[in-house]
């Protein structure tokens, strides 16, 4: 298997195999399971994990959900009072009144490794690569004139990791099995070439089940005691399932005993050839993976991805141009892999961790980055990804509305700065890290998003709406009247990770802003709660805005101008209104300050950090700037395996930058698709096809020389549609998909008409096509007379 047999812009490829779990080892999954391949010639190893896996909740010592026990009546109360005459708390000194050591939080586990050891051989050729499109990662090498493969992918509709081992030569397939875990409480047993590893974490009794079967062609196969041994074969499959005793259900957080799931998901996988489930796997990927392609003028690239990466300048040649449409696609591929209904969403790992005690316990931090993990998810057509998103907030209703009573004695439900999937809605006592309850409003803003998306009603009376009230709810009892202006203001308020406490920090308002605001849309829309809706109306009309212009023209991030133009702290907190929120619009004294507000900032910070100012400069109409954080992120931000690194390795950093990407090429966040809104210059020529936009639109948009040259408009939904875009100033055509004209009204660069759901809508530029108008023709003539 060379470069040249299988050339693909997006495929990852090496020429070593991996040494490294973090930096190297290429991933796939399929939501609930996760791999991390090594592809080492003589010992193979896959390092596997399932979402469910984890220490702490109900069985670990002294676990109570982050709340107060015993109550404390008056704490909140004299913080705020003490905000209220002071203006400020240190961070410390509140976390002393209203924080709690953490315990029995838990962390995610790695399941376990399993062990494919080779006999000894001096390997030529050697290749590994990871497949996005296909979402399989392969192994490839000659030895003694025989070509070796391996192919791993990991199933959605199977629920199994499937490997093959093969040869061009009958009688070559020679290996031995074996499976390791880090958990000491476990058993492993070997019977008909099937290895089970079973047992109960001993932190809080959570039962755990892997089985592994191994099929082969030709040779033998034996049964050691913890081992499979397959000799001589023609090659031989294995397929593997993990599953726990995990529910999401409060408050217990238990459910069935996995053996049952997993052995039938073993044996189903099992009795089918790996032809079949390798098609049924790619079927399932590809309808999401293919739904979007981004053509920015890239080609396969002749190095290896490490010597890409290592290469890569930030400018525009087409290798440039190659890693930047692979790191695109590879958010996608990511999220496709760490995000599948019947699981949990993607912690700040995905699904892929190594280490039982790992960064930030590779859980689910909800001061940015929960959020950020899901910000491509609709507009990159991947909306089926949130659903384990969404049920996953639904659980935490429950809990939440206990935190929010006991903490608050408010209605509704809430969850502070990080959380678990066992329910922590309270809070610990880390200082700049435990106080965010505005957490439970900036969540569900990715379901009313989902909403504006897809347009479903359904959706968003039984989904989304009852999730989004409880988050209002809590709101509209929490709220204090600032002593200083009389306006509603969050009190202690806390920009994250970030200066003092105060009441009324922007982000805190801001978010507050809009979970009132949507709330108060979607009961329109539902036309339900008649009395909640005029409690939303009324706290709108008190509520500070949380967008304030400073000294130095800066947004600023408090409520009082404590901002430092020195300080680059990787939090931007207070442009949440800018981006993923919609308060602020470009061209507003709102926009030029955050602007200012960002350039102090700088553009470097964490991988996330990096991330989010791409969206940021994206919504700022800055496609170059935008492209210039993009390529730092790419230089500073990213690991050879191109995982984005904090460091180290976090995930969100990855999708959001495809996010940022994807809102270089189409924004609707304010209800008009706009195409190419910050297209930078270094992708001159290019295309992006099946993109979404708010309003269940589908776009298709390709360019020459910075200038749109077509957009195709796909609405799900019959209604009045805007669509904005250079090229509509100029001179342009729109079309039906019979090439009939159709009515469009033109204000500036906008175009306004009635679409109908199904059909399609094509705009042409003239100008970029080489039409000439006849006035033109005739200048044209004069001037070259
Ligand atoms: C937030 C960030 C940190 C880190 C952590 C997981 O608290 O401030 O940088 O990303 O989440």
Known sequence: MTAADTPDDLTLWYDEPATD????ALPIGNGALGAMVFGGVEREQLQFNEKSLWTGGPGSDGYDFGNWAPPRPNALAEVRAQIDRDGRMAPSAVAAKLGRPRSGFGA???????????????ATGYRRELSLREAVARVGYTADGVTYSREYFASHPGNVVVGRISADRAGKVSFTLRASSPHADKQVSVTDGRLTVRGALADNGMTFEAQVQVVTKGGTRTDGTDRIT?????SAMFVLSAGTDYADTYPTYRGADPHAAVTEAVDRAAGTTFDELRAAHQADHRRLFDRVRLDIGQRAPEQPTNRLLAAYTGGASADDRALEAMFFAYGR????????????????????NNSTSPPWSADYHVNINLQMNYWLAEQTGLAETAVPYDRYLRSMIAPGAKTAREMFGARGWVVHN?????GFTGVHDWATAFWFPEAAAWVTRQMYDHYRFGGDLGYLRDTAYPVMKGAAEFWLDTLHTDPRDGRLVASPSYSPEHGDFSAGASMSQQIVFEVLTDTLDAARKLDVDRALQA???????????GLRIGSWGQLQEWKSDWDDPENTHRHVSHLFALHPGRQIKPGTPEAEAAKISLIARGDGGT????????????????????????????????LENLWDTHPPFQIDGNFGATSGMAEMLLQSQHDTVHVLPALPSSWPTGSVTGLRARGNVTVDVSWRNGAGEKIVVRPGTTGPIRVRSDMIGGRHRVHDEQGHEVGTSRSGDTLSWNARAGRTYTIVNEVAIGITAPEEMTTGAAAGA
């Open 333 to 352: 591929y990511l999220l496709i892999a760490s995000s599948r209904e019947g699981s949990l969403p993607a912690n700040l790992q995905g699904v892929w």
């Open 108 to 122: 995610y586990q790695p399941f376990g490794d399993l062990w494919l050891d080779m006999p000894a051989v001096t």
């Open 21 to 24: 779990w973090e930096t190297q």
């Open 535 to 545: 409690e939303l109306t009324a706290a709108l009309a008190k509520l500070d805005p």
């Open 230 to 234: 397959v000799t001589d074969a023609d």
């Open 607 to 638: 991988g996330w950090s990096k991330a989010w100012k791409i969206n940021f400069w994206a919504r700022l109409l800055d496609g170059d700037h935008a492209h210039r954080v993009l390529s730092e992120q790419l230089r500073g931000s990213t």
């Open 418 to 422: 990080e959380t678990n999937p066992f």
